[in-house]
């Protein structure tokens, strides 16, 4: 049986464990303009505002981007950076995933599907926490992860030290979610991203059971359904985190397990559209498949 260490070991095999940002910023300014970076080009003209996308196979090395370099509101894909912040505590002996953190509902934020029913004693384990933050984007989850590390200055500093000098968090939920335009307090770039995924969850930045767990919970992510996972093959193993913000901000970040290929791993941001909540989704899901098609 082909088991999800399996799966990553394999990938870790056939790909360097860490490709640099000045790898991918290479990559990305070598590159000729391509079909696909023309069809995302006509779905952000379709769609209006801006709309940022990677796209590495990470089996040709291949990279494809429009507004891979420019910066966007991260919202809540930060969560998946959070967790993994966690996990490489965990791996240091700084953190268990079985303690509990208790909170009260003075603490509770918009839209905290999982933390709201378990303010006070006993509380909830950071395990918990991890699984809330991730697979429903619950925002006091995340905000209790920030308290347990240093917060967003923690979490920007340990990006740093994996070679990310361009994703920054400088808020808490849900104030980091403002997008305002030409802000650069809670930004990424799509590449930025993208290699952050690749280090986290192809390289050996976490241990090898850390790994598992993160790509266990970005897997079980019950909010990206309608977006780039719509668009990709039955089959295909997917693990991503999704973000919305104002200025009608909508995000989706995934690492992607094509049946009998090498990964691929997506970011795409999307700011400023004209489009509503069921046209942004089927764009993500037309990204999916241009990414599905490379």
């Known amino acids: 049986m082909i088991t999800r260490r399996t799966l990553i070991g394999a990938s870790l095999m056939a790909i360097p464990a860490l490709w640099t940002f000045k790898s991918l910023a290479a990559a990305a300014a070598t590159s000729s303009t391509t079909p696909i970076e023309q069809q995302l080009a006509e779905l952000e003209l379709r769609h209006g505002g801006r709309l940022g996308v990677a796209i590495l196979d990470t089996g040709s090395q291949r990279l494809i981007t429009h507004r891979g370099d420019e910066r966007f509101a991260l919202c809540s894909t930060f969560k998946a950076l959070a967790v993994a912040h966690v996990l ?46 991730i697979t429903l984007s619950d925002n006091t989850a995340a905000n209790l992860l920030l308290d347990s590390f240093a917060g967003p200055e923690g979490l920007t500093d340990w990006l740093r030290s994996m070679g990310d000098q361009t994703t920054r968090l400088d808020r808490r939920e ?57 668009g990709l093959p039955k ?57 599905a098609s490379i």
């Open 88 to 133: 490489a505590r965990v791996d240091r002996k700084e953190e268990d995933l079985s303690r509990l953190i208790v909170y009260g509902k003075d603490q509770l934020v918009t839209y905290s599907p999982v933390t709201e029913k378990h303010a006070g004693n006993p509380g909830l384990s950071v395990g918990s926490i991890c699984e809330a933050a």
């Open 174 to 230: 849900p104030e980091l979610n403002e997008n305002r335009p030409g802000d650069l307090r809670d930004t990424t770039t799509p590449v930025a991203m993208l290699q952050s995924l690749r280090t986290l969850v192809l390289g050996n930045a976490l241990s090898a059971a850390s790994r598992d767990q993160l790509v266990a919970w970005l897997g079980s992510n019950k909010t990206g359904d309608q977006k780039l996972r719509a």
């Open 235 to 291: 089959g295909w193993r997917v693990g991503d985190k999704t973000g919305l913000g104002a200025n009608n901000a909508s995000n989706d970040v995934a690492v992607i397990w094509p049946s009998e290929r090498a990964p691929l791993i997506v970011t795409l941001y999307s700011t400023g559209s004209h489009a509503n909540a069921e046209q942004i989704n089927a764009l993500m899901a037309d990204v999916g498949r241009l990414a």
